[in-house]
């Protein structure tokens, strides 16, 4: 079945993007394997084709109005990626970066790895699965991806302090941790100003913006890593989601 990409065309067109038939195929295909897959693990509550393509696929490729992802030899790391948003997304739109996905459910990963393998992303640039929890990998004994990546992205998985101590051990010095938030970013941003201080960050830009054609309100933040994270954090599992900083 063909499916009609007309408004996700023009909702991406507010961001300056267009995409080829090959990146829209690819689209559909992540959207037939979420629906299928859907039915045997709880990937999404949203499953009506125009929503998904919103408030998935767009508000996945939002943050690219902010950040220039099109760049050389990005490597980047989706923590808690969940069905695969935003990094799956942001694969295909931009199929040079260097992708890994870190999910704690074995489930989800298999998932994404069928996705990867039907989608053929591996075709430019690299893309992987890690199983494991974002405190243990990043763990400064032995955490093997702690600080070896340019940028880290997370989309709607815990408060923004919580967030930053899952996220920021992962960024190399001089990379920036993107956050996608809903309406109440700014808030968290400025409850988190002593998390971000103690993993080594600074604030560079909080962007409040609506949905294309919709009344959608999201705030896209990006934190930079400016020094080194210090060992301590991110603490044991569990920790920083219970205690935030």
Same mark, same amino acid.
């Given at each position: 079945?063909?499916?009609?990409?007309?408004?996700?065309?023009?909702?991406?067109? %507010?961001?300056?993007?267009?995409?080829?038939?090959?990146?829209?195929?690819?689209? @559909?295909?992540?959207?037939?394997?979420?629906?299928?897959?859907?039915? #045997?693990?709880?990937?999404?509550?949203?499953?009506?084709?125009?929503?998904?393509?919103?408030?998935?696929?767009?508000?996945?490729?939002?943050?690219? %109005?902010?950040?220039?992802?099109?760049?050389?030899?990005?490597?980047?790391?989706?923590?808690?990626?969940?069905?695969?948003?935003?990094?799956?997304?942001?694969?295909?739109?931009?199929?040079?970066?260097?992708?890994?996905?870190?999910?704690?459910?074995?489930?989800?990963?298999?998932?994404?790895?069928? =996705?990867?393998?039907?989608? %053929?992303?591996?075709?430019?640039?690299?893309?992987?699965?890690?199983?494991?929890?974002?405190?243990?990998?990043?763990?400064?004994?032995?955490?093997?991806?702690?600080?070896?990546?340019?940028?880290?992205?997370?989309?709607?998985?815990?408060?923004?302090?919580?967030?930053? @101590?899952?996220?920021? *051990?992962? =960024?190399?010095?001089?990379?920036?941790?993107?956050?996608?938030?809903?309406?109440?970013?700014?808030?968290? =941003?400025?409850?988190?100003?002593?998390?971000?201080?103690?993993?080594?960050?600074?604030?560079?830009?909080?962007?409040?913006?609506?949905?294309?054609?919709?009344?959608?309100?999201?705030? =896209?933040?990006?934190?930079?890593?400016? %020094?080194?994270?210090?060992?301590?954090?991110?603490? #044991?599992?569990?920790?920083?989601?219970?205690? *935030?900083?």
């Amino acid at each position: 079945m063909q499916r009609n990409f007309n408004s996700l065309c023009n909702d991406l067109e %507010q961001f300056n993007i267009q995409l080829s038939d090959i990146q829209l195929n690819q689209l @559909e295909k992540y959207y037939e394997l979420l629906i299928e897959w859907n039915n #045997k693990i709880n990937l999404t509550a949203i499953t009506d084709f125009d929503e998904v393509c919103r408030l998935h696929f767009v508000d996945s490729i939002s943050a690219a %109005q902010f950040f220039d992802f099109t760049k050389n030899d990005i490597s980047l790391i989706d923590v808690g990626t969940g069905a695969g948003f935003p990094g799956i997304v942001l694969k295909i739109v931009f199929p040079q970066l260097k992708v890994t996905l870190l999910d704690s459910l074995q489930k989800r990963i298999t998932f994404l790895d069928t =996705v990867i393998d039907e989608l %053929q992303l591996n075709e430019v640039g690299c893309i992987t699965t890690v199983h494991g929890r974002a405190e243990d990998l990043a763990d400064s004994k032995k955490g093997e991806l702690r600080e070896k990546f340019d940028i880290a992205v997370s989309r709607a998985v815990a408060r923004f302090s919580t967030l930053c @101590e899952y996220d920021m *051990p992962y =960024v190399k010095n001089g990379g920036c941790f993107i956050s996608y938030k809903g309406d109440k970013g700014i808030e968290e =941003v400025e409850e988190a100003k002593n998390a971000i201080f103690l993993l080594g960050g600074k604030v560079k830009s909080i962007n409040e913006f609506t949905l294309p054609n919709s009344d959608i309100k999201r705030v =896209v933040c990006i934190i930079d890593k400016i %020094q080194n994270t210090s060992s301590k954090y991110p603490r #044991k599992a569990g920790t920083p989601q219970k205690k *935030p900083l």
